[in-house]
């Protein structure tokens, strides 16, 4: 009797990246204008130089890619993000204040994917919000599963603030 074969597993970390483009590039904007265009207009460059892996360490495969967009201020830059294999999710404003459901979106994909049975094995957060505290809540939930997570505020890796996030192995 022949017996099945188990499933082969192609190489590098599977990973999942969230994107709160609205906060990166506002934040972005206010530091460095010419780098807010880069990330905008560019995102396939920087998302496969995270996908390349850290110096010597295994490659990413991100299996999922969302970007969280706010569709009415920037849907200019939203074929940037399609044609870099993102996911766009339109999260126009709900307030006079601008404030959109995008924070409640990214963490409840972000805990779809934890629970989903692909296996994800890190997370990348990019959010210059409050929105990224959100994540940070359900990260230590996850920690015995054993998962890494990422995260980057207006450029900085997570791990230089002290919080739960970044590089949580």
Same mark, same amino acid.
């Given at each position: 009797? #022949?017996?099945? =074969?188990? @499933? /082969?597993?192609?190489?590098?970390? *599977? ?8 906060? $990166? ?40 890619? #969302?970007?969280? =967009?706010? @569709? /009415?201020?920037?849907?200019?830059? *939203? ?8 996911? $766009? ?52 939930? *996850? ?27």
């Amino acid at each position: 009797m #022949n017996e099945a =074969l188990p @499933p /082969t597993r192609r190489p590098g970390i *599977r990973a999942a990246m969230f994107v709160d483009f609205d906060n $990166v590039f506002t934040g972005l904007q206010a530091i460095d204008p010419e780098a807010a265009k880069r990330f905008a207009e560019d995102p396939k460059h920087w998302a496969e130089a995270l996908s390349a892996g850290d110096s010597g360490k295994s490659a990413r495969r991100f299996l999922i890619r #969302n970007c969280y =967009l706010n @569709p /009415t201020v920037y849907s200019k830059y *939203r074929t940037y993000w399609t044609r870099a294999g993102f996911r $766009v999710i339109d999260c126009p404003s709900l307030t006079q204040r601008g404030k959109s459901s995008t924070d409640i979106n990214l963490v409840l994909d972000a805990m779809d994917a934890l629970s989903g049975s692909v296996g994800i094995e890190e997370f990348f957060i990019a959010s210059a919000d409050a929105g990224l505290h959100v994540a940070d809540t359900a990260v230590p939930r *996850r920690r015995p599963d054993d998962h890494r997570h990422r995260g980057r505020r207006r450029g900085l890796r997570v791990p230089g603030d002290g919080g739960p996030c970044g590089g949580v192995p």
